[in-house]
């Protein structure tokens, strides 16, 4: 499928807002899967990747970073050599952090031999600091936490497209 | 909310005293289900005296998320303390990947086929 961007167009960007409710992600999951399919030169491996990257982004933001009953925002920007995934929740959250706690945790979590205990932790350090490029915090000033993750299509992914776009299992989203 | 089956047959040992489940995964483990559905599995390990093996069958996963490979890494430790172990089959390529960027397959070991996993807990 043809890459709908020109060079010099704008990044293409698509917004979401989800309730604080883990029912709803398993549809982001499936929005990304084929959002980066169809829009991107992502291959497939990279699609089911951001899957899981949006995926622990959303979870977080509902565990932490949002209340019940409040929202959260998924935003998707395609640029033509890279996609940006940002999330944002509304710091109303028991289990919120600010960014700073977040950069500390990622440096700690990051560090080589660090034990993972717990059934938790690996998500954010593991999943989506593995598979991007950019992973920035920062506060807003409403109170909650954004997160801006970037993964920039290298040669190597480049390559890899044609086997995704010969796949005949795509979903076609008309936005 | 994903939909995840999962169901249990009991397969033979070739070494005594040793026992062998396959467990058949169908569907998708996330946040809104992994933490009732991994009740079952530790209620499988408390229920055996004595080692047991488990082969964790993945062709039907579509996705699982950290929360569900945090749960594999304590039942791979639960088991290990009665001598037993976790083995996978049949994952698919976007499972294995997972696994690999968060370095379980370092700690569980991951075969093509039930059969082959089956010659790694007569081992």
């Known amino acids: 499928m043809e890459n709908n961007q020109n060079k010099n167009a704008e990044p293409v960007r698509i917004s979401i807002i989800l309730p604080t409710n883990a029912y709803f992600i398993s549809g982001i999951r499936d929005f990304t ?19 899981s990257v949006v995926d622990e982004l959303c979870n977080n933001a509902i565990e932490h970073g949002s209340e019940k009953g409040k929202n959260i925002t998924v935003t998707f920007v395609q640029y033509n050599d890279a996609i940006e995934i940002i999330v944002e929740d509304t710091g109303t959250g028991a289990k919120k952090c600010n960014a700073d706690e977040m950069r500390k945790l990622i440096e700690e979590r990051t560090k080589e031999g660090y034990a993972f205990n717990g059934i938790r932790g690996r998500g ?19 109170g909650g ?26 979903v076609t989203l008309n936005i | 909310m994903s939909q995840i089956t999962i169901t249990t047959e009991d397969t033979q040992s070739t070494i005594a005293g040793r026992t062998v ?52 890494t304590d039942w791979y430790t ?7 172990n976790i083995v996978i089959a049949q994952a698919r390529p976007n499972i294995l990947d997972i696994l690999n960027v968060v370095g379980i397959t370092q700690l569980i070991k991951s075969v093509a086929s039930v059969e082959e996993a089956k010659v790694e807990t007569n081992k």
Do not use: C
């Open chain 1, 145 to 170: 936490l954004r997160v801006r993750v970037k993964k920039i299509l290298k040669k190597e992914d480049d390559s890899k497209a044609k086997e995704a776009l010969a796949d005949a299992t795509h």
């Open chain 2, 21 to 72: 489940k396959i467990v058949h995964f169908t569907g998708q483990l996330d946040e809104s289900n992994v933490d009732d559905r991994a009740k079952e599995i530790y209620a499988m390990i408390t229920a055996v005296n004595g080692p047991l093996f488990l082969i964790f069958d993945f062709a039907g996963l579509e996705y699982m998320n950290s929360k569900s490979i945090g749960y594999l």
């Open chain 2, 78 to 84: 639960k088991l290990s303390e009665k001598q037993g």
């Open chain 1, 33 to 51: 899967l084929a959002m980066i399919k169809n829009m991107t030169q992502f291959s497939q491996q990279w699609a089911y990747r951001f899957q």
């Open chain 1, 124 to 142: 954010l350090s593991k999943i989506v600091h593995g598979w991007t490029d950019e992973l920035e915090f920062s506060d807003l000033q409403n």
